[in-house]
């Protein structure tokens, strides 16, 4: 007889990672899905349909069905799932995992069931739900049970979640739309605006990581991009460098730091006494950003730690759980 499976799942609206129980992660991809627009069928999902966004022909439409952290095309998003299920071979209708599965913090109780329907319908036999933030602490090895207070901030692709936790609860958090795609986005717009030259969010993307940095400390060096110039409509090659991807983001940056700073006011006095002591912990792709320790350490003046597999923190944290159910038990939504 099968054994039943045990998975927990990071549906993020840039990635989705899966663990397995005994195995780790066994599934990391992008969070895309190329549909045909004419019979409606899913063609790709993950890193294959990823290379088709921007580039597709007519029929075919790749997109992300996840939206500032929540589910914007449901049946997308369950089909999504139900491949990623086939890609680790299981999902089968006698073979369906038991499912744990991260909702960001402060959803309303219609995006939530969204989560969970979502689950059940790509083929879970059942489906637990925990708040993201409380994953992503764990993940970051972060001691949540105990009554002292702990800071995560999880910069993703669509949000930033700042959470202070204690006592296996979250005892102050706020979320903020502007996380790693804007940073794209607003590197696009500089571009164009600096230089007169029209790039695509991909290439954004791809200077973000290669060259970005936040702080003057953590400037590397420059590099060459292709893109088109609006003048003359032809193709032109450009010179970026750190400093202008710090010109570039400095406004999105900034608030993100303020977000993080409103949510320390929040705070109860003692929990931020604690925070002093340990600082306040990095996870999700953005904490990868060059710079940003120094630059949150200079505004807070708090120590800030970046988690150790920052991309991975989340499904690491359920993974944890899923291993030692004890860690999970206050942290599980009761319904
Ligand atoms: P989500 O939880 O929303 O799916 P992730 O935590 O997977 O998001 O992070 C995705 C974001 O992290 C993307 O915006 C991506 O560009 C960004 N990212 C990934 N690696 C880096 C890096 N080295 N430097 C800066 N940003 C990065
Ligand atoms: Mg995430």
Redesign the pocket.
């Given at each position: 007889m099968a054994m039943n499976k045990q998975i927990g799942i990071?549906l993020?609206?840039?990635?989705t990672l899966f663990f397995m129980k005994g195995k780790g992660i066994v599934l990391r991809e992008p969070?895309v899905v190329a549909k045909n627009s004419v019979t409606g069928k899913v063609v790709s999902v993950g890193s294959d349909a990823k290379k088709m966004l921007g580039k597709t022909p007519g029929t075919i439409a790749a997109f992300k069905p996840l939206k500032d952290?929540v589910i914007a095309d449901f049946d997308v998003t369950t089909q999504m799932i139900h491949q990623f299920f086939r890609k680790i071979n299981t999902g089968g209708f006698f073979d369906r995992p038991s499912v744990i599965i991260c909702i960001p913090y402060g959803v309303t109780e219609v995006e939530k069931k969204a989560f969970e329907d979502a689950a059940y319908d790509a083929m879970s036999k059942s489906v637990d739900l925990v708040e993201e933030p409380m994953a992503a602490a764990i993940g970051a090895g972060l001691r949540i049970s105990g009554p002292r207070g702990n800071m995560i901030v999880?910069?993703?692709?669509?949000?930033t979640e700042v959470a202070v936790i204690s006592l296996d609860g979250i005892v102050a958090a706020r979320s903020l739309r502007t996380?790693?795609?804007e940073?794209?986005e607003a590197i696009v717009n500089y571009v164009r605006r600096q230089y007169g030259v029209a790039i695509g969010t991909s290439t954004g993307?791809e200077l973000?990581?290669k060259i970005?940095s936040v702080h003057p400390s953590a400037d590397i060096e420059e590099t060459e991009i292709r893109g088109r110039d609006l003048r003359t409509g032809l193709p032109s090659v450009l010179r970026l460098t750190s400093a202008d991807m710090r010109y570039a983001m400095e406004e999105q940056i900034e608030k993100i730091v303020d977000c993080i700073k409103h949510t320390l006011e929040g705070t109860p006095p003692e929990l931020s006494a604690d925070i002093f002591d340990r600082g306040i912990t990095l996870a999700?792709?953005?904490a990868?950003?060059r710079g940003l320790p120094n630059l949150i350490n200079e505004r807070t003046g708090l120590r800030v730690n970046v988690a150790k597999r920052?991309?991975d923190c989340?499904a690491l944290g359920l993974g944890m759980g899923i291993e030692e159910p004890r860690l999970l038990r206050h942290v599980v939504l009761r319904r």
């Amino acid at each position: 007889m099968a054994m039943n499976k045990q998975i927990g799942i990071d549906l993020g609206t840039t990635n989705t990672l899966f663990f397995m129980k005994g195995k780790g992660i066994v599934l990391r991809e992008p969070s895309v899905v190329a549909k045909n627009s004419v019979t409606g069928k899913v063609v790709s999902v993950g890193s294959d349909a990823k290379k088709m966004l921007g580039k597709t022909p007519g029929t075919i439409a790749a997109f992300k069905p996840l939206k500032d952290g929540v589910i914007a095309d449901f049946d997308v998003t369950t089909q999504m799932i139900h491949q990623f299920f086939r890609k680790i071979n299981t999902g089968g209708f006698f073979d369906r995992p038991s499912v744990i599965i991260c909702i960001p913090y402060g959803v309303t109780e219609v995006e939530k069931k969204a989560f969970e329907d979502a689950a059940y319908d790509a083929m879970s036999k059942s489906v637990d739900l925990v708040e993201e933030p409380m994953a992503a602490a764990i993940g970051a090895g972060l001691r949540i049970s105990g009554p002292r207070g702990n800071m995560i901030v999880d910069i993703g692709g669509g949000t930033t979640e700042v959470a202070v936790i204690s006592l296996d609860g979250i005892v102050a958090a706020r979320s903020l739309r502007t996380a790693g795609d804007e940073l794209d986005e607003a590197i696009v717009n500089y571009v164009r605006r600096q230089y007169g030259v029209a790039i695509g969010t991909s290439t954004g993307e791809e200077l973000k990581k290669k060259i970005g940095s936040v702080h003057p400390s953590a400037d590397i060096e420059e590099t060459e991009i292709r893109g088109r110039d609006l003048r003359t409509g032809l193709p032109s090659v450009l010179r970026l460098t750190s400093a202008d991807m710090r010109y570039a983001m400095e406004e999105q940056i900034e608030k993100i730091v303020d977000c993080i700073k409103h949510t320390l006011e929040g705070t109860p006095p003692e929990l931020s006494a604690d925070i002093f002591d340990r600082g306040i912990t990095l996870a999700g792709g953005g904490a990868l950003l060059r710079g940003l320790p120094n630059l949150i350490n200079e505004r807070t003046g708090l120590r800030v730690n970046v988690a150790k597999r920052p991309l991975d923190c989340v499904a690491l944290g359920l993974g944890m759980g899923i291993e030692e159910p004890r860690l999970l038990r206050h942290v599980v939504l009761r319904r």
